[in-house]
């Protein structure tokens, strides 16, 4: 699995990730659904798909995604994952901006938002809270990226209105389930 590593404790995740996955015989979809203990929020926590490049993303082409990462290095990996696929990418530093970029792209909106859990400001949960409280944006698809995996901390994300869950550190695989799960039939 390749994994792309965002966050802060980076390297102690990492290991403790790779740790469980070793024990778990399914893969990260296992130790997903065992640590919120829910077969509802199971389906919402984002599969990893197996064998995926940078390359692949090219098939979602035309695509416009917000990420909403208060981290520059974290939002230069992504950046640098969907360079050359012809996803349209825009970023917003904290929760605010995410919300007044959504809403101010009403019109022709966000086909996708990748939301970071822990930002100054306001967090990810508030911030889709507010989007989803406005009409216009109510419907776009919106995926939590947190290192955060307890079941009250993944609850709260599905709770405030995610579509989605992929748990950091971001992989290749959980990060092109998103972009398939949530295409809205443009592939």
């Known amino acids: 699995m390749d994994i792309v590593y965002i966050?802060?404790?980076v390297a102690v995740i990492a290991v403790a990730a790779f740790l469980i996955m070793k024990r778990s015989k399914g893969g990260a979809e296992d130790v997903a659904s065992?640590?919120?203990g829910d077969r509802a929020l199971e389906k919402r926590i984002i599969d990893e798909k197996e064998g995926i490049e940078k390359e692949h993303f090219c098939k979602f082409a035309g695509m416009r995604v917000l990420l909403a990462e208060d981290n520059a290095i974290n939002r230069k990996i992504v950046a640098g994952?969907?360079?050359?696929?012809?996803?349209v990418l825009e970023f917003a530093e904290d929760g605010i901006e995410a919300v007044r970029k959504c809403i101010d792209?009403?019109?022709d909106s966000f086909d996708m938002v990748l939301m970071d859990i822990?930002?100054?400001?306001?967090?990810?949960?508030?911030?889709?809270?507010?989007?989803?409280?406005?009409?216009a944006t109510a419907t776009i698809p919106i995926v939590a990226l947190?290192?955060?995996?307890?079941e009250e901390?993944?609850?709260k994300m599905f709770s405030s209105g995610m579509d989605g869950y992929?748990?950091?550190p971001l992989s290749l695989g959980r990060l092109y389930g998103a972009f398939e799960s949530f295409s809205g039939g443009r592939v």
């Open 153 to 155: 901390e993944v609850e």
């Open 118 to 135: 822990e930002m100054p400001r306001m967090d990810g949960n508030e911030a889709t809270l507010k989007i989803r409280e406005n009409r």
């Open 105 to 107: 792209s009403a019109g």
């Open 34 to 36: 065992v640590r919120t």
């Open 7 to 9: 966050g802060a404790g």
């Open 146 to 150: 947190s290192s955060s995996s307890s």
């Open 81 to 87: 994952i969907l360079e050359g696929s012809g996803v």
């Open 166 to 168: 992929i748990p950091k």
